[in-house]
């Protein structure tokens, strides 16, 4: 079974079949997503809030970005691995956003990057397009707006939102994107954007009308403190590895550990 691509995604969701997507930032990690056949691995900007422990995505760096898409396409035969473009890597002009997305294929091996759009940068996503490299847009919430927005909100509640939606997404979809995020965003709305496009959508709180899902892989599997409403934990991981390390200390201090087994 060959790598997947972006339009092995168009054709799933012409089949109707349900899409895949968990975030990963290293090797290991990315290699379990990928023996569980997830469809599409996300190097995501998430990387800032659950690595680097900060309270959004804003100041992590194309140059963090690249290393971590480069260790996790390493492990990865199936998935498609998508490198997700950070706060100011594309912003500036249109020659920046093709270099930075040429970066993230080139360095990081990813095969499609990841954008986080307003009407305002659609020339940013076609430059990229342009040149042969996939897109994914994320609309909706996007956290690069964080402060612009006023806090973690729904997006398009209102009718002028709503079709301002609706219009990006069909905008996006012209442009070439292969995919788009929509994160946190009314059920009915997102359910409406998905049925009018040909491409697929993958939800982040926003119901299960969409083509695909996505969370991120550490708050499913409970290693996070605090996750937002639209998470189902799959695993309770922190409270297992604090059990396993409460157990290795208790072995240690007791001298249980090392026994002869593990000795030479
Ligand atoms: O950065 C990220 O992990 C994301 C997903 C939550 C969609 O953008």
Redesign the pocket.
């Known amino acids: 079974m060959g790598q997947l691509h972006g339009v092995d995604l168009i054709k799933k969701k012409r089949q109707g079949k349900k899409l895949v997507?968990l975030?990963a930032y290293d090797s290991l990690l990315a290699g379990a997503l990928d023996a569980a056949a997830v469809d599409v691995i996300?190097v995501?900007?998430?990387?800032g809030n659950?690595f680097c422990g900060d309270a959004d995505?804003l100041s992590v760096t194309m140059d963090q970005m690249v290393y971590h898409a480069k260790a996790v396409s390493s492990s990865v035969s199936h998935a498609l691995v998508v490198g997700?473009l950070p706060f100011l890597s594309y912003h500036v002009g249109l020659d920046q956003a093709r270099e930075n997305a040429g970066r993230m294929i080139k360095e990081g091996r990813a095969q499609a990057v990841?954008m986080?759009v307003s009407s305002a940068l659609l020339p940013a996503v076609q430059a990229v397009c342009d040149i042969g490299i996939p897109v994914m847009a994320?609309i909706g919430f996007t956290?690069h707006s964080v402060h612009q927005l006023g806090g973690y909100k729904v997006q398009g509640r209102d009718t002028q939102q709503a079709d301002a939606l609706q219009s990006l997404a069909l905008s996006l979809e012209a442009c070439g994107c292969f995919a788009i995020?929509l994160?946190m965003v009314p059920e009915a709305l997102a359910a409406t954007i998905t049925a009018q496009l040909r491409i697929p959508t993958?939800g982040?709180g926003a119901g299960v009308g969409c083509d695909g899902q996505?969370?991120?892989t550490q708050d499913m599997l409970g290693l996070t403190s605090h996750s937002p409403k639209f998470v189902k934990r799959y695993a309770q991981l922190g409270d297992a590895i604090q059990q396993a390390v409460a157990a290795f200390r208790a072995d240690v201090t007791s001298g249980a550990f090392p026994a002869s087994e593990h000795g030479f």
């Open positions: 997507m975030t996300l995501g900007d998430s990387i659950v995505t997700d990841k986080e994320h956290p995020v994160e993958f982040i996505v969370l991120v």
